[in-house]
């Protein structure tokens, strides 16, 4: 195919912003339970709910709750595993919490009636809320976390560990350990209860407790005892091997290794190693290892699939056609399955046998994939900056075969900062980017220092920093794109949502490496973000401790640093992205930066939209961000993107 020479940006695509946001169905929160694999996956097209899906021995995909049922929660804000299936006396059954009023309800799969609620109606909507749903004994209760926010802030929130009975009587509380716990999971001989723990201001990664108590003989739980983790040490997963030992997820000596805990007090990690093994648990439920019996595990080392082998103390790679798997990993049979996708493949639902290597796709195949060539491969990079500091990125190059730029031209690039930020960016399939790339725009993704994924000792890299090491690494990553003669140094772009969009804006207001941003549901006045001042959500109100410093003594750092005080340092344009529902960053900072943009001249834009929270999940939504962006850049960069709608800028 012979190629059309035009300026990039202007190249015409396949991947409309349409295309991009219906392609938004990653499938979610994998189950095993008799031979059936379940889980949920986003419809962006019906308002961004969580459906409910199963198959059956390895059968079609098939949708248990049509519209309005949502399989979502709020607990922490982002929610945890909103389901689970259970053998109750009466048959199999689904417990789900549902979006609209928070509630657990009970689903009989075979019995095609609707779904029955379990607990309570609250006083006030969502005023309680339930996250991390397992089976307790004998099937006739469902374990989980009980939020109740019985404040008028957002922080007022008390939890307890409870069962629900199936039977829709009143709910049991078992524990309230501590300010934060995940559910609880009972030894197979019924006599212990273990869960993990922790208490402000730590976040879970950087300090939990295994806690395990005696089951009572009314259910509830005894007095706990600790046995792993504490205030620098994290505990991200927990499971039971035997009635007298635990396999636990913990970093005691900097990285997240796999461990043998006994209730004797013994400890073992079964496979030392300086990586990590398990990673930051920023929803309940998330599971990083998976036994399969005789010593071996299915673990995720950085994100891929590998087998610890407990007698050789070894972790190898499994070799498959998928990069990236997700922490929802189950086993059974000598298969594992959980999300697993790549670059160029979206995330599905994997069963991998482990001894043919045969993989099967269980969710339903995205029918409607653009060419392989309009999809960029990335590059995973380390950058270095003048410190010796390193960066790892991954750079996304224009793709399109029917385009060529003229000769000399070089691409616009944009630099995306992942949320967290705690966070980590991992590369799989994002038609969202695609639809900038196949424009003639580039993209790079950097897990700046704080990232998670290269052991504690990073991640404490932004201790009392943000806004610094974030702000500085991803320009360090910027300038050497535009050194290497990869991006055109006179039009970059620094983009980001929630602690990205946070990144994003202080890079505008601090440094002259961008021309423009884009600032998406973000933090931009520190002061106002915390639980004292009432502006954000329990599970982060005390972040900021650790990646700024504690208040009051250094509050003259919250206000120097936060980009709503720095209006007048602004580098250039920006286009701002808000969800008018979002309780982790409310839309009041983005309200107030945009209405002190008016009038001073920097051509601006705010889009804010109905129905969305932390994150874009609706079709439209998605489709209008994608299209207001792609317009601001090319109006900042001097270029039309044909057949985008205008986006209006203000001064």
């Not at 829709?168 to 501590?178: E, I, K, M, Q």
């Not at 900062?417 to 790339?437: C, D, K």
Request: proline letters at 9%; one cysteine or more; charged letters at 20%.
């Amino acid at each position: 195919m012979s190629s059309t020479t035009a300026p990039y940006g202007t190249w015409t695509s396949p991947i409309t912003a349409e295309r991009a946001a219906a392609a938004n169905r990653d499938p979610q929160w994998v189950w095993q339970h008799g031979g059936t694999v379940w889980w949920a996956e986003s419809r962006p097209a019906e308002g961004g709910r969580l459906a409910l899906l199963r198959a059956r021995d390895g059968g079609e995909p098939e949708e248990l709750l049509g519209a309005p049922w949502n399989v979502r929660n709020r607990v922490h804000e982002y929610g945890g595993r909103p389901f689970t299936v259970l053998d109750t006396p009466d048959g199999t059954r689904v417990a789900f919490t549902n979006w609209a009023d928070q509630r657990v309800y009970l689903l009989d799969p075979e019995g095609g009636g609707e779904p029955v609620p379990i607990s309570p109606e609250p006083s006030t909507p969502q005023g309680i809320r339930y996250s991390d749903l397992l089976a307790g004994p004998g099937g006739t209760h469902v374990w989980c976390v009980r939020e109740t926010a019985p404040g008028e802030r957002p922080s007022d929130v008390r939890r307890d560990l409870v069962a629900l009975p199936v039977s829709g009587a009143d709910p049991v509380v078992l524990t309230a350990s501590h300010h934060f716990m995940s559910a609880p999971k009972a030894s197979p001989d019924g006599r212990h209860a273990a869960w993990i723990a922790w208490e402000h201001p730590r976040m879970p990664w950087d300090g939990t407790e295994l806690c395990v108590a005696e089951i009572r003989d009314d259910g509830t739980f005894g007095p706990h005892r600790v046995f792993a983790g504490g205030p620098a040490e994290s505990v991200c997963q927990v499971e039971w091997d035997g009635p007298d030992a635990l396999l636990a997820l913990t970093d005691p000596d900097g990285w997240w290794n796999l461990y043998r805990i006994g209730l004797d007090g013994s400890s073992r990690n079964l496979a030392p190693c300086a990586e990590e093994l398990g990673g930051t648990l920023w929803v309940l439920g998330w599971r990083w290892f998976a036994p399969l019996g005789g010593g071996r595990h299915a673990i995720l080392r950085s994100g891929s699939l590998a087998i610890l082998d407990e007698r050789s103390g070894s972790v190898t790679a499994v070799e498959n056609d998928y990069p990236v798997w997700v922490p929802d990993v189950s086993a059974s049979d000598g298969a594992v399955v959980s999300v697993a996708g790549g670059p160029t493949q979206p995330s599905a639902v994997v069963r991998l046998d482990l001894s043919t290597g045969a993989a099967t796709e269980l969710s339903e195949s995205h029918t409607d994939l653009p060419d392989p060539r309009y999809l960029p491969v990335p590059e995973e990079r380390w950058f270095t900056d003048h410190n010796g500091h390193s960066i790892p990125a991954f750079v996304y190059l224009p793709a399109n075969p029917e385009f060529a730029a003229p000769e000399g031209e070089l691409p616009p690039f944009m630099v995306h900062v992942h949320g967290g930020p705690t966070g980590r960016f991992a590369p799989t399939l994002n038609l969202n980017f695609a639809y900038f790339t196949s424009r003639g725009i580039g993209v790079v993704a950097v897990n700046y220092g704080g990232s998670s994924g290269y052991g504690r000792a990073f991640r404490e890299l932004l201790d009392e920093q943000w806004g610094v090491v974030d702000v500085r690494d991803c320009a360090t990553v910027a300038a050497a794109l535009a050194k290497d003669g990869l991006a055109d140094a006179d039009r970059l772009a620094v983009r980001g949502g929630s602690a990205g969009g946070w990144t994003s804006a202080a890079s505008m207001t601090q440094l002259d490496t961008y021309r423009c941003g884009t600032i998406m549901f973000p933090v931009l006045d520190l002061t106002g973000w915390t639980g004292a001042d009432g502006q954000t959500h329990d599970f982060e109100s005390r972040y900021l401790d650790r990646l700024v410093g504690t208040l009051p003594e250094h509050a003259d750092r919250y206000a120097e640093r936060s980009p709503m005080n720095h209006i007048d340092k602004l580098g250039g344009p920006v286009l701002v992205l808000q969800g008018l529902e979002d309780p982790v960053c409310p839309p009041e900072q983005a309200n107030r930066f945009s209405a002190q943009l008016d009038g001073t001249g920097i051509p601006h834009a705010y889009l804010a939209f109905e129905g969305e929270q932390h994150g874009f999940r609706r079709l439209e939504s998605i489709v209008a961000a994608l299209q207001a962006e792609l317009s601001f850049y090319g109006q900042v960069f001097g270029f039309e993107p044909p057949g985008t709608p205008v986006l209006e800028l203000r001064r």
